[in-house]
């Protein structure tokens, strides 16, 4: 089954001598459960993508489609609500808020939307990311990988369709690194996700099912990985 789709996508940015053509024409399917790494050098474009796929950014042109539902022809609000509901992210600096504990972070965008918590799921989630002794601990108070972990609830937290992550180990050793994408492709299999990677590191887009890559803004290749 399709989750997301593009057509033609395409972000120009600025205008005149500053104007940079940041993805072009990007068309892309990508089925559930997936697990696609997206690789290229830096500028070429892959954080565009990433935040358009997402409904983080609007394009100059072509759609996104997620779930059947083309997410630019939604009003703003709709759009963020969507979000909410059916994208996860997770990005290099986790982003997290400082007053609140690792467990209310996860939980934030279920609170904000006022749902329900399916306390069941949420605490097999945190058991599963190795959060169980560190729910009540401020964001300064983790390691960077326990942050991280924290970030990856949040992203988990509502189920969502898809789940889209920037670098997510840029900033942590190779150890941490490893373990946080471990995690990220154990939940995302567990509860039958689709993961979307940006990673410089060529280890973890080996272990994906499908690599990307990207120059210049265009798409130069598209393939599966050889198991
Ligand atoms: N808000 C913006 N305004 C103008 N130009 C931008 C903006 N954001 C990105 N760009 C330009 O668009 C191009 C693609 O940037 P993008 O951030 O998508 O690259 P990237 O592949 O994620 O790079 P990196 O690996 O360094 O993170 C770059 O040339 C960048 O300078
Ligand atoms: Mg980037």
Redesign the pocket.
């Known amino acids: 089954m399709e989750v997301l789709k593009t057509i033609n996508l395409t972000k120009t ?2 205008t005149g001598n500053a104007r ?1 053509e ?1 993805l072009k024409d990007a068309n892309i399917s990508i089925k559930q459960g997936e697990f696609v790494a997206v690789v ?10 990433l935040h358009l796929l997402g409904g983080l950014d609007r394009p100059t042109s072509g759609s996104v489609i997620i779930d059947g539902k083309d997410i630019y022809s939604l009003s703003e609000k709709e759009r963020s609500i969507f979000r909410r509901r059916k994208v996860g992210f997770v990005f290099q600096f986790y982003n997290l808020i400082p007053v609140l504990s690792a467990e209310e972070n996860i939980t934030l965008p279920l609170l904000l939307d006022n749902k329900e918590i399916d306390k069941a799921y949420i605490e097999d989630l945190i058991g599963l990311l190795g959060l169980k002794g560190r729910k009540e601990h401020l964001p300064n108070e983790l390691s960077g990988g326990q942050q991280q972990r924290v970030s990856i609830g949040r992203a988990l937290a509502y189920k969502p369709s898809i789940v889209f992550a920037d ?1 997510p180990t840029g900033n942590l050793d190779s150890k941490n690194g490893r373990e946080v994408m471990e995690l990220m492709r154990l939940s995302v299999q567990k509860y039958h996700q689709t993961l979307v990677v ?1 990673t ?1 590191d060529l280890d973890i887009a080996s272990q994906a099912d499908r690599i990307i890559r ?1 120059e210049d ?1 265009m798409i130069v290749r598209d393939e599966a990985v050889r198991a």
Not at 40 to 49: E, L, N
């Open positions: 940015y600025g940079v940041a290229g050098p830096s500028g070429s474009g892959k954080s565009t993508m670098e940006i410089h990207i803004g």
